[in-house]
């Protein structure tokens, strides 16, 4: 397209246009040379495209494969936009022509619509390789991810978060490579500052948007998610540093980031959830079973009594008999009920505690008179029940504590009457300890111990089922106790039996 | 848990000749299968009598299983919740030896009988008792599936 020979006629080295010799027309220009070679154009805008096209083709461009009059009717190359690299180096030129959708301001206050593929991701590397402080991303859907992990993308920001400290935050849609990527990402190291979380499918957006520093943006637009290739898979992409944008952009950000650790944290209570449903509804079936159980002696030996009653006289034993068994069951149906009772208290958390200060020793000294009642049906004259209220020759002061006095009573009653279930001769001691902090009520057995296999669930629902237990005693005596501030555990003995103890905090006032 | 000490001793012959039907109930709760037992003996006297059945009871399933005699049983009520062992597996390894014992099964939970039927093909599950049940209609059960 050299127009050396051809000074008499002089077209216009990009356009092709026409140029008449010596025209003083405003808008011919005189030769112009570029690279040792002297041109003329038309329009001042055909030089500087002339020059752009020379400096992205080099002398190649001369022998464009392109005709000439494509450059005058093609709209693309009448519109196209320089890369963001070169806005800085050109002036802002006023005088565009047929760019409606490019609002020029000034040089560090502008929006610019971006429309080919290759240059949105120039601009996207660009501004993401010049950040300082931080990078945000949304992608619009998980191959976006994809897409820019194959052109090594997320491979550079990790580098840089690394090497440079720049925090990063990415909000993307989620499949299953994703998910292993991330957990690669997050095993990378301490010093990796990339935050990734999800974003709901239902909430995925159509475009990708980039976020440096608070202070540029780029919004890409997907044109087909299909395709793997970025080139095709892009449409136009939006490019601003206004500050109005840009923060609108941070915002949205924040609010999707913020929503996805919501989401996070509801999913893992619905997991709670379903596990605690799941533990209830195994809790109903054991109490049904156990309820019903006791219920079923009751019924019968009473009806068969009935149905026996001319015959009665003859058969005190049997009546006598069936009798102590319809109450015992009645009995152990009364215990299970409240126990069963107090567990949905305490599992819904209305089980009141009435707190009052009480003198450990009239806690203890309580119980032991209850059990005392509790067993007098099946006292086992070979077991010995021993308290010893004193701590020491110096030390006579009473341990107030700020308890539920019932509740605490119920607690020793149950201890003892395990102590007497396990224990066939021996002795039951009872004895106290006391700290600056708490004070700590001890059971000892010379019995048959603790199961080791029962060992591990002592304090659960349903564990131990003894002849007489109901299997919840120890549960809900540990709630109680845990309630008060204390603790609660049990153990065999190194020569025979177990103990069992619970502390709680004494009263300071 | 050993087996209920209410069992009789009768010799051979005599078992086989003074009762009608014998039957077996394992249930682990002593109190359960000491309250059936003598529900059904009740019933002997007050019945017709030449349909007296005799009750054999265990309270553990895995002696229930070692003393197990064919051709000796009518019946055997099983509960589910047994330890150990489940009440369906017990039923299979007796059904192993007597194919021909009838069985009823005790339960004081929910049944689901198609789950049930998939996992236990080979077992009768046409006879379930709920606990607790009345002695008339348990009565009333037994011998009917006796007859």
Known sequence: MTNNTDKQQNKCALCGKLIKEQQKDNSAIDAEIIDGTSYTFDKNECMLMFKRLRSVYGAEFENSLVPQEQFVSDPFWNRAIPTVQEIKDIEVEKEAVGREEETVIAKQDTIKLIQDPAEIQRTAVDIGTSAKDEVLIIFS???????????GGIQALSEAVEKRGINARILTPKDKSIENTVHKLMQRGKHTKIEIRFIEPDLQSQ????????????????KDDTKESIYEAIGLGIYSNRKATVLSYVSIFESFWKQAELHQQLGRLYEQLKVHDQMQKEFINVAAHELRTPIQPIIGLAEILRSKKDTIVRSTDIYDEYLSIIIRNARRLKELTENIL?????????MNLNTQKADIDNLILGAIQESTENQSSIINHNVKLMYNPSLGENDRSNILVSVDKGRIIQVITNLISNAFSFTKKGVISITKEKTLEDVTVKIKDTGSGIDPQILPRLFTKFTTRS?????LGLYICKQIVEAHGGKIWG?????????FGFSLPINRE | MTKDISRTTTTTTEKKQSFWKRVLIVDDDADITMTFKRGIENSNDHSDSSK???????NDPMAALSDFEPNFYGLML??????????????????ELDINVRVCFMSSGEI?????????????LGCFIKKPVNMDYFIKRVRAELD
Request: glycine share 6%.
């Open chain 1, 342 to 350: 107090d567990i949905t208290r305490i599992e819904s958390q209305s």
């Open chain 1, 141 to 151: 859907t998980a191959n976006a991810f994809h897409r820019q992990e194959r052109l």
């Open chain 2, 78 to 95: 099983i509960d589910i919740n047994l330890p150990g062992i489940n009440g369906f597996q017990l039923c299979e390894k007796i059904l």
């Open chain 1, 207 to 222: 475009v990708t948007t980039l976020i440096v520093d608070r202070k540029s943006s780029l919004v890409v637009e997907l």
């Open chain 1, 467 to 471: 002849e007489r237990g109901t299997g």
């Open chain 1, 491 to 499: 153990k065999n003995n190194d020569d025979q039996g177990a103990t």
């Open chain 2, 52 to 58: 007296r059945i005799e009750v054999y009871t265990y």
């Open chain 2, 112 to 124: 689901n009988r198609e789950a049930l039927r998939e996992i236990y093909p080979r077992i009768s």
